[in-house]
């Protein structure tokens, strides 16, 4: 199924959770902030978390910055 | 001790540094370090899925320094608060440095909604630094929705050039019942102890530090001008006066008064 993240198409498998989408993406839970459809997850749900068809996720994480 | 304090909490350092540009982590570390700085600024990107960078925040003691996420890239209130929240989520304490810029040339702060957006923050139990004009109005404004200081600008955001809108700094400076912290455009350690001669609280500075060949060595010389500048201002300036006034006797001349 399709999902958008950080404003990208991106193909993941059916009923995928999150913490599987990380692990796919080689993302460490522990570096990332996640918002899923405009609402911001706590990394306890991580693995709870199920996709679903055009979901819109934003990964973010910290950078430097002034 | 002559401690800065907000919101409750106390420093030792009135140098912040932002930890943007610098050409690597361990550049950025080093200029930490070299500037006995406690507070330091991050931004929040999106991360680049088709090559996954390490965060940058594995490499910054969380004991010794204050993280403070910006809200840099909002254009308007909704963005910064989303921002701040987002910062929130990571686990990062309640602070935010308040940044509205829709202005991409001059990257100046929207007065109009960083005031909405602090206002929407401070409900929300963050403690706000707002950056914003140096305008003293504006920045009774912030104190009265609740701001922890108020951050003026000396001249637009990286640009090195000093104090600006020095005359309008004074007048938040004189006014200001929040700590004022002079933002943006400090090129030089000259920059950051004017800013602390005339009384400001403390200064952020990035650019000058990142943007030269030795950064640690720039944030050392930098954290003695703030030093020196906050030293003149508790010891108090001199008055300033258009003639000359000797220093020396004006008496016993190895000359005949005709």
Known sequence: MELKINGKPFQVEENSHIDQLLKQLELNPHQVIIELNRNILKKETFADTRLSQGDTLEIIQFVGGG | ?258
């Open chain 2, 1 to 258: 001790m002559d401690n800065l304090i907000i919101a409750g909490r106390s420093f030792r350092s009135r140098l912040m540094i932002g930890t943007g540009k610098f050409s690597s982590n361990q550049a950025m570390v080093s200029a930490m370090e070299a500037s006995a700085c406690e507070i330091v600024t991050v931004a929040l990107r999106r991360v680049d899925i088709s090559n996954p960078q390490d965060s940058m925040l594995q490499h910054i003691d969380h004991q010794k320094y204050l993280l403070l996420p910006n809200t840099s890239g909002a254009r308007d209130a909704e963005e910064a608060v989303r921002l701040a929240r987002l910062a929130r989520a990571a686990g990062c304490e309640p602070w935010v440095k308040l940044e509205v810029t829709p202005d991409p040339y001059y990257l100046l702060p929207d007065p109009i909604e960083t005031l909405k957006a602090a206002e929407i923050l401070v409900k929300e139990g963050f403690t706000v630094l707002p950056y914003m004009p140096a305008d003293p109005v504006l920045a009774k404004r912030l104190e009265d929705v609740g701001a922890a200081t108020v951050m003026p600008l000396g001249a637009p955001i990286g640009t090195n050039r000093g104090l600006r809108t020095r005359d309008h700094l004074a007048i938040i400076i004189e006014q200001a019942r929040v700590p004022v912290v002079v933002d943006a455009g400090l090129g030089a350690p000259s920059h950051a102890a004017e800013a602390m001669e005339m009384g400001a609280d403390a200064v952020l500075v990035n650019t000058a530090l990142a943007d030269t060949p030795n950064p640690a060595a720039m944030s050392a010389a930098f954290a003695k001008g703030v030093q020196a500048g906050r030293e003149a201002f508790l010891a108090g300036l001199g008055r300033q006066r258009q003639l000359a006034e000797a220093s020396s006797p004006l008496t016993g001349f190895l000359r005949n008064e005709s």
